[in-house]
């Protein structure tokens, strides 16, 4: 079974400012996936970044870096320089790679407000 | 590329009736995912299928079904329908680098959802 916790129900950063928010997780697979999930108002949920657990580098998409810690089970996205449109709920999930394929768990979803 | 689409976007449903959901995944996916969302149970996996084939089931009642077309397209149901079914269910769709013999990650695009609520 695989588990995914977030903390933080919510978040306020101010912009143009950097925020994290965190992740653990708990898996008894050894090859797995980390995604963070965007979902806006809109509803439309947008991936924003992933990580193979095999790979030891953090992953980075522009304004958006992960600290992936594999020993602690921790998955944390920090995002800089805040923008308007980052206000949404963030979602983490993983996924194992074979014997779980197409079913990820999400977490409970961490708002996030950005203030002007 | 067109992105992955459902209909109906919305739905109201009287209790004990059923629906059906649909989902059409992006052009070359062949892995189409149902998820559910509710304010008090998050985001919970319903099933996957490839290929025509259930792959993955969560842990939802019977009256929760799906099936898969030879074109990837998909179809949830949902019978007997009652109050707590009231949800977005969203639709997953992703390629199989199983197959291409790539890196074993699936990642999943999402369809903007159906909201269905029962009265």
């Known amino acids: 079974a695989q588990t995914v916790t977030q903390s933080q129900p919510e978040m306020s950063v101010q912009e143009a400012e950097t925020v994290t928010l965190s992740c653990t997780y708990d898996?008894?697979?050894?090859?797995?996936?980390l995604f963070w999930y965007k979902q806006p108002p809109s509803r439309q949920m947008i991936l924003v970044i992933r990580q193979e657990a095999y790979k030891q580098q953090n992953a980075t998409e522009n304004r958006f870096s992960v600290n992936f810690q594999k020993a602690a089970k921790s998955f944390s996205l920090k995002i800089s320089d805040s923008q308007l449109g980052d206000a949404a709920m963030y979602f983490c999930?993983?996924?194992?790679?074979?014997?779980?394929?197409?079913?990820?768990?999400f977490g409970d979803g961490t708002t996030l407000t950005v203030k002007p | 590329k067109a992105g992955v689409t459902q209909t109906p976007r919305y739905l109201i449903k009287t209790r004990g009736q059923q629906v059906t959901l649909s989902c059409s995944p992006i052009?070359?996916?062949?892995?189409v995912s149902w998820y559910q969302q509710t304010p008090g149970q998050g985001l919970q996996f319903l099933f996957e299928?490839?290929?025509?084939?259930?792959?993955n089931k969560g842990n939802f009642p019977g009256r929760f079904s799906g099936r898969q077309f030879s074109n990837s397209r998909s179809e949830m149901n949902v019978s007997t329908l009652e109050l707590g079914d009231s949800a977005l269910y969203l639709c997953a769709s992703s390629r199989d680098p199983k197959l291409a013999g790539g890196p074993s990650y699936n990642e999943q695009f999402f369809g903007p959802g159906t909201r269905l609520t029962v009265l």
């Open positions: 299928y490839f290929s025509e084939t259930q792959r």
């Open positions: 898996t008894s697979e050894s090859d797995y996936y």
């Open positions: 052009s070359g996916h062949r892995s």
């Open positions: 999930a993983i996924m194992a790679s074979d014997t779980n394929a197409g079913k990820s768990t």
